[in-house]
């Protein structure tokens, strides 16, 4: 049984460019969890867009077969890096079914604050 | 591929008058991330139900063809401005796909806490 | 046009009976915000589920048409409370088309943090 | 009528190896909130994919007609524990309807952070 879908949107996007911690657990970030459950590697593109200009990207990333990739929008730079305080949403498209979910830990105060929500998938 | 819905709705919404930072950034709000992928403008409306009287609205906004607008309930204001400390829900119908993502950031004690889901999109 | 669903889920439930705070608006609670958008009003029942005893329930309220009820579950105690520092989940069935979304306020500790989600909805 | 759906995904996983608390109640922890509203018991399977090894699994564990069930992914043993500081995810497959929803506690600081969402479900 196949799991997941191919096409899946986050809407909410932003990276606080200041962190209380210099830990790079707790440093400010955003991420996409994508679970490959299948049986063949993924490709997945990302597309990022933003309020004001042509989206970014495409950016590619590789999920082997039942393996999980937790993506830190932080990390990305191929072909440019995220901008930081900045709002931006991301699509991401892969050429299997997968599972895509989304968190943000925001470390702007001394105390972290969290959010998360699986991310939308077309039918 | 046309990614997206035109109906969605959001159905917690609550704007603490309270904050404890001036900072934009960190003052207490909603916001309502709206992505646009498709290759035509979107006109989206917003209608805002309360527990007590007839909805406001609707709220009028345009976002670009590959664009994202983060819109904030604090700063609409016209029909009139969303009540502070009250309880409210809202729903937005676009003329073409988008899709919508919820945030709160609570600022009224000295660390921030932050929620986001998903809005619920009608088929 | 029609905007909801009958039946919901929250699969998550749990209040602290701890709060650092005696103002309402900053005790610990859980709330499911319902959204009725339609033309006429909403006959919704909760039942609750626990780990280890009976559904409690039914536990019946009313949403007018084009309004949003924000049902705080401590607040519900017709036929019984709801324990505190227990976990419990809730559906919730409406004669009309609703939205539900789930919110937690924690206030256990000086800092309150809170979770939100879209609950599941039956097709 | 049967709610809920037999394959559910939760995409993000992160038990944190740190607490401020040796509270049970606020220590760091993940939890899969199953609910089997139905009226014959589940039997539930979870898998656990990591970024780099074969998936750990299958768990199992019963969730009885009409209850609730918060599983905490730091109490898994069976086959193996769960690693801290590890990025995973999970699918749970069921033989009857449940719905899940994915939960973090984090107090690795001394105020704690939530996040909540419900978990993908597959039609």
Known sequence: ????????????????????????????????????????????????????????????????????CHVRFNDLDDPEPIPRDTDYTSVLQSDVSVVVQHTRLDSRRAEIALLSTMAYSQA
């Open 1 to 68: 049984m196949e799991i997941g879908r191919k096409v899946w949107a986050i809407a909410e996007g932003y990276i606080p460019s200041q962190s209380c911690s210099s830990d790079r657990a707790l440093t400010s970030h955003e991420t996409a969890c994508i679970l490959n459950p299948g049986n063949r590697d993924a490709q997945v593109t990302i597309t990022v867009y933003f309020a004001d200009r042509e989206p970014a990207g495409p950016y590619h990333l590789a999920v082997p077969a039942r393996r999980t």
